[in-house]
């Protein structure tokens, strides 16, 4: 039997802020995660390398504005932290 992987509970201890704000959180990891899925089939968080979350930050949303990349980066801040790992992630031009 397969399980599907789910975000929120990964998220969980993590999450803080208004119900809107760990709302976006979820939605923006879930896109995330997908993003990830189709370039690199690396389904759960703990397969993921530091390069895999850059590579969202730089390329995937080099289209985007400044805001919508810093909000991203704060999501990719809190999966971080939930991995427990010391990556560092830094906007160019912010």
Do not use: C, N
């Not at 809107?20 to 990830?36: D, M, N, P, V």
């Not at 397969?47 to 979350?53: D, E, G, N, V, Y």
Request: without cysteine; charged residues 20%.
């Amino acid at each position: 039997m397969s399980r599907t992987f789910d975000m929120e509970v990964f998220l969980a201890g993590v999450l803080t802020g208004s119900h809107a704000t760990r709302k976006r959180h979820l939605r923006q990891a879930k896109i995330i995660q997908a993003e990830i899925v189709a370039r690199w089939q690396r389904v759960t968080p703990w397969t993921w390398q530091r390069k895999h979350l850059a590579w969202f930050l730089e390329h995937h949303l080099s289209q985007r504005s400044e805001a919508t990349r810093y909000y991203y980066l704060l999501t990719i801040r809190l999966l971080a932290q939930s991995l427990q790992t010391s990556w560092v992630f830094k906007l160019k031009g912010i």
